[in-house]
């Protein structure tokens, strides 16, 4: 019940598309939703969060959406630039029981120039 | 920007040794973490620490595992006897608030051999 699943495991985009990356959760406790971006040898640096009582956040060209009743949030990056290319994770936390992430599986996505 | 900074970058130990691993949190953060990642997949909780003491630890946290924040600045993660398993990515991270806006550093590749 603690797991959150992340789909898809890789992903491979033209410069400019829009790369959506979907995570599921069981854990209704979850009330916080972060969205990391990690490049290769360094440590995951947080993007963009949400809390459920939000439907949609954007910041810059990333856009978390979020649907409550499904149990499922996903990340789109709008006008996606090679820069782009790392690997994504979803996380999730329940603030009342703990500090802890729980993360998704991770996304490698590619963005080709 | 603020960094968390851990040292070394790599390590390789013989099995059965001890090893610490070094972190020094951002200075106003009152949270600290280690998370663990083996190569290929998805990065784990370990513990979490506030005010001089463990908030949380998960079941990979068992007894070979222990950390310390000596002083008012660094945060360490000691494993006493280590396996070839432990070879990971360890990352640790700090917050201003419980379990929110984390912000990790680039870890510590351990190698045991």
């Known amino acids: 019940q603690q797991q959150v699943k992340q789909s898809p495991q890789s992903l491979i985009v033209q410069k400019g598309g829009i790369p959506i990356i979907n995570c599921a959760y069981e854990?209704?406790?979850?009330?916080?939703f972060p969205w990391y971006q990690q490049f290769p040898g360094k440590g995951p640096a947080l993007l963009i969060a949400i809390r459920p009582d939000v439907s949609e956040k954007k910041e810059g060209r990333f856009t978390i959406s979020f649907n409550k009743s499904a149990k499922q949030f996903s990340l789109h990056i709008m006008d996606s630039q090679p820069g782009d290319s790392a690997t994504y994770f979803c996380a999730a936390s329940d603030e009342t029981s703990g500090s802890r992430l729980t993360f998704g599986e991770g996304t490698q996505l590619t963005v080709n120039p | 920007e603020p960094e968390v900074t851990q040292t070394p970058s790599h390590q390789v130990t013989q099995m059965g040794q001890e090893v610490i691993l070094r972190c020094v949190p951002i200075s106003n953060h009152l949270y600290f973490y280690w998370y663990r990642q083996i190569l290929g997949q998805k990065v784990e909780f370990l513990v979490s620490?506030?005010?001089?003491?463990?908030?949380?630890k998960s079941e990979i946290f068992d007894d070979q595992f222990s950390v310390e924040r000596p002083d008012g600045s660094n945060f360490t993660l000691k494993i006493r006897s280590t396996k070839l398993e432990d070879s990971a990515m360890y990352f640790c991270?700090?917050?201003?608030?419980?379990?929110?806006?984390?912000?990790f550093g680039s870890g510590t590749r351990l190698t045991v051999v």
């Open positions: 854990n209704t406790a979850f009330d916080y």
């Open positions: 620490f506030y005010n001089n003491e463990i908030s949380e």
């Open positions: 991270a700090s917050s201003v608030l419980r379990g929110r806006g984390y912000t």
